[in-house]
């Protein structure tokens, strides 16, 4: 069973920043998309980031509407981490996020259902 780790959840203001972790393992690392995911109370679990490595080399990244601009998706190959730099945070970021790794072959980076392993989330609480 794969686990991804991750760490960096929090309590922060409006307009505040948090850095968020995950560990990956490294056969699963550069092997394919990676991204991060959140889930809010009652809602159903979304895209927020994507990034595909090659050879340790970031090659591209997307982003949701909702976080383009704010959030920033990023890796370093030699801790075999993934990280999600949250700036201007608002109310409507509050969800617990998770860490993904290896999409599907055809499979839509936004998509849930399209990616293997996961971590077990760390909560993002925005107070306003």
């Known amino acids: 069973q794969v686990q991804l780790v991750e760490s960096g959840g929090g309590s922060v203001q409006a307009g505040g920043s948090l850095r968020l972790s995950c560990v990956v393992p490294?056969?699963?690392?550069?092997?394919?998309?990676m991204g991060w995911f959140r889930q809010a109370p009652g809602k159903e679990r979304e895209g927020v980031a994507a990034?595909?490595?090659?050879?340790?080399?970031?090659?591209?990244?997307r982003y949701a509407d909702s976080v383009q601009g704010r959030f920033t998706i990023s890796q370093d190959n030699a801790k075999k981490t993934l990280y999600l730099q949250m700036t201007s945070l608002k109310s409507e970021d509050t969800a617990l996020y998770y860490c993904?790794?290896?999409?599907?072959?055809?499979?839509?980076?936004?998509?849930?259902?399209?990616?293997?392993?996961w971590g077990q989330g760390t909560q993002v609480t925005v107070s306003s």
């Open positions: 490294g056969y699963t690392y550069n092997r394919n998309w």
């Open positions: 993904a790794a290896e999409m599907r072959s055809g499979g839509s980076w936004y998509l849930a259902a399209d990616f293997t392993y």
């Open positions: 990034i595909y490595t090659l050879s340790g080399i970031t090659i591209s990244t």
